[in-house]
Structures are given as structure tokens and as C-alpha cells.
């Protein structure tokens, strides 16, 4: 195999982009713009190398794709097969198991936090990050004022078990907790 047949970084990262970007064709987000799903997998991987420094290139694909198994009909497998085993796993690690009822996936969330990889723990940091100032920006359609609180307190839990893993990240989520003086 010559040179020219090894795909470049950069190869790799559209190809992760738009893997994504089929796989979340037809999501929107919550907010009252109805915003196309793939801006938050995106944004959170722009959140990792912009705000938090992150070069780690498997971290900013499984960020990229952190989302498509739990919410379309990727399988782990798939991603191994197009990503490779580390991205895999990194997904792996922030996946929810839809199969759980919310309130358990939400303490295993706060749970799993304490013991995920590095890797995994930047994608939630930034993850949260994202959730979080869109919460700030606008109010989910169907959302109470009470359960916009009720997710500021968990996703601090959640975070607190993020701690030491990435300062700048974790000063932006300290600050948001601060303006929705979440303790």
C-alpha cells in the first residue's frame, strides 16, 4: 500500500463527521429552533480542542460519535469497523443503556463518572458543557423551570465525579454551576 493509499487525518475526521451526520439525519434537538441534532456532536467535540485543548484525535471522533449508538441504530461494531477498537470503547464508555429506566441511567451516569477512562471523561466533560449552555440559552420544549433545575444539580453530581481530568473544562462547568448557583 503507497502513501497516497493511507487515508490522512483529515480523511478520517470527515468520515467521522458524516458517519454522524447520516446516522443523526433526521434528529433536532429539544429547542424551540427545532436545532438539527448533529450541531451537539459537533459542538462537543469543537468544546474539547477549542476550550479545553484536547489533540487526542480518537477523543474527538468518539465525541463526534458519542451519541450514535445510543440514539440511532449504530451498533458498537459498526463504530470498531469504521473507527477502530479505542473509539469504540471511548463510545462505549459514555453510552447509556436505553434498555434502563431514566432514573436508573441517570444514577449510573453520576456512578460511572468516578470510573470511566480519561478519554471517556473529557467527551463528558465537554458533553455536559454543551447540555448545559443550551440549557442557559434556552428552555427545552416541555421543560418545567423545576426540571431545568433538577438537571443543573445532576449533571453537577455527574461532574464531580469528572473532577481532574481537564482544568479549562472543568473551570467553564464550575463557572455555569456558579451562575445557576447549583452547590
Known sequence: MSSK???????????CVNFAAVKHRNQRR?????TPYINHPIGVAHILTAEGGVTDFEVIQAAILHDTVEDTDTSFEEIEQNFGLRVRQIVAEVTDDKSLAKAERKRLQIEHAAVVSPQAKLVKLADKIYNLRDLQRCKPEGWTEERCREYFAWAKKVCDNLK?????????????????NVD
Open 164 to 180: 481532574g481530568t481537564n482544568r479549562a473544562l472543568e473551570d467553564i462547568l464550575d463557572e455555569i454551576f456558579r451562575q445557576e
Open 5 to 15: 493509499d493511507v487515508p490522512t487525518v483529515l480523511q478520517i475526521y470527515t468520515n
Open 30 to 34: 429539544l429547542d424551540s429552533d427545532k
